[in-house]
């Protein structure tokens, strides 16, 4: 009875294809929005992940900076800059930490090979490397005695290799000379790509140790960022706690004084905006369901369209002898095939879509099978919602009213 049933609820939806598509419209649209929507914001979570560890797993990067009343770290003039010396304190110091790199920044354009280019210019020692999570495409890191001499060598990003000596990733610019500002350096390495951040293009940079960048860059012994690598397995809150112990005892602050330094952790970085990205995917998904409602109406008005025009025909069936639940049953079935095909329609055009955009946003296909199964699930309950109140309408008709009917 249930294949009958079955059976007479899909010639139904053939009878009326133009008619039936419409009907399912919302539904398509509804499902593809939803499944589009939480599919992308996976893909963001997911490249926003990728992005921040690109930067270094498990690390603390320590930035000199007035803390403001609400929290917020904010620069100021008079904020004493970091040292060597706080490096090496930390290193020897501090248990769990696996490497600690003084880093000094600068903005400059660097010649070579007949060529200019704008770039990041990195001073900093061999530890940079390990907090970076950095890796070598060819070439050495610098020697012990050239970072204690402050020697005219560098390392250089990908970007930075193809801008000034072109050619294939990594054929060219090992052993080259390399201009910057004033001083011309040796090219004893090049850096693994890396690619965009949410900071920019991470191989766009030229890395030099660290007194040579004080001394023939910035002219100072400033150090702007402390990267601080933390050990697998190390309790990130415990080192936090000792590390701004330890800077505020090398910084003289008294109780009272608030801190002039800033720890910001990546790895609770990264959970926040992904955090963040998933409340906005949450309610970007809801406001999309919401078009699976207008088709779920969509649904019920058809139906009951659908039952006055086969009034003559319910009458007809339940005059020889079919039973109310058979005609309330057909017609259920009718609505849950159509909200279903809708739900399957939906899910295709969305792989389609989401792939697309993935590849567009420049961010991962992130499929998740679970929301596919589940916007299915929900578009057949729709069917079921919306197509109980026709179904339950055509079952009680009066057989002799019904077939009065013109």
Known sequence: MLYSVFML???SVRRNVLRSFLTILG???GVSAVITMVTL???A????????SSLGTNLLLVMPGQRGPGGGGGGGGGVPQFTEADAEAIA???GGVAAVAPQGRASATVVGNGRNWSTSVVGSTNAWFETGNWKLQQGRLFAEDEQQAGAAVCIVGETVRREIFGGAAGSQGLGEQLRIRQFSCEVVGILAAKGQSGMGDQDDTVVLPLVTLQRRVTGN???STLSVAMEDGSDGTRLKASLRQLLRERRRLADEDADNFNIFDTQQLAETLSSTMGVLTTLLGAVAAVSLLVGGIGIMN???VSVTERTREIGLRLAVGALEGEVLLQFLIEAVVLSALGGVVGIAIATVASWGLSLYMAVPYAFDPTINLLSLLFSAAIGVLFG???ARRAAQMDPIEALRHE
């Open 9 to 11: 609820a899909l010639r």
């Open 27 to 29: 539904i398509v649209i």
């Open 41 to 43: 914001g996976n893909g």
């Open 45 to 52: 979570s997911q490249a926003i992940r990728n992005q921040i």
């Open 92 to 94: 020897a110091q501090i």
């Open 221 to 223: 012994r400033k150090v």
């Open 302 to 304: 058809i139906m009951l």
């Open 388 to 390: 109980y109140f026709p």
